[in-house]
T-cell receptor, first 114, second 112 residues
Framework: EPEVTQTPSHQVTQMGQEVILRCVPI?????FYWYRQILGQKVEFLVS????????KSEIFDDQFSVERPDGSNFTLKIRSTKLEDSAMYFC????????????FGPGTRLTVT | KQEVTQIPAALSVPEGENLVLNCSFT??????LQWFRQDPGKGLTSLLL?????REQTSGRLNASLDKSSGRSTLYIAASQPGDSATYLC???????????FGTGTRLLVSP
């Protein structure tokens, strides 16, 4: 069964460093998402991406964040200058159709900022 | 702003019991509602998706219902098993948006 994959599974970085989190969505899906979950808190939406552009973003997704689909398979989230409060589990998700189909989530990348 | 609440926060039952998890949302203008399972330190596994026009969906021992007008959904798990132990999350997508808004989850423990 197709699945969303994410790399790395765990990333440790120092405050102020740039990180890139990578995702490979399910191949025939058209909508891509990033969510995050700070330990013990709710899963929060960051950004959605469709047709090579951001279609929706939250207040969390400020100028320090960017997303890209550099080729036909990868979907990346870049954090330019990490802060301690960026420490969280980051989930990538994809769906074939915006509302008619389930969003499928990857296993997540645990980001630890020290 | 959509707010999603799940009760109870935690639930412990013996194996074999039927149980109900509750989800409520403040804005009834939803496009769909999705139930997920999350194992500790893991990703989210989709269990069921209910469109706003539907009343319920079933998958195996799971049955999810939706009452959009009252802002409620329930997840019914029949004949619970220790392998059902996980956190169950409810998430809604509002009409006109693409994001899912998540509840805080119900942590379920099924003991043998």
């Amino acid at each position: 069964e197709p699945e969303v994959t994410q790399t790395p599974s765990h990333q440790v970085t120092q405050m102020g460093q740039e990180v890139i989190l990578r995702c490979v969505p399910i191949s025939n899906h058209l909508y891509f998402y990033w969510y995050r979950q700070i330990l013990g808190q709710k899963v929060e939406f960051l950004v959605s991406f469709y047709n090579n552009e951001i279609s929706e973003k939250s207040e969390i997704f400020d100028d320090q964040f960017s997303v890209e689909r550099p080729d036909g398979s990868n979907f990346t989230l870049k954090i330019r200058s990490t802060k301690l409060e960026d420490s969280a589990m980051y989930f990538c998700a994809s769906t074939r159709d915006r509302g008619s189909n389930e969003q499928y989530f990857g296993p997540g990348t645990r980001l630890t900022v020290t | 702003k959509q707010e999603v609440t799940q009760i109870p926060a935690a639930l412990s039952v013996p194996e074999g019991e039927n149980l109900v998890l509750n989800c409520s949302f403040t804005d009834s203008a939803i496009y769909n509602l999705q139930w997920f399972r999350q194992d500790p330190g893991k990703g989210l596994t989709s269990l069921l998706l209910i469109q706003s026009s539907q009343r319920e969906q079933t998958s195996g021992r799971l049955n999810a219902s939706l009452d959009k007008s009252s802002g409620r959904s329930t997840l019914y798990i029949a004949a619970s098993q220790p392998g059902d132990s996980a956190t169950y999350l409810c998430a809604v997508m509002n009409t006109g948006f693409q994001k899912l808004v998540f509840g805080t989850g119900t942590r379920l423990l099924v003991s043998p």
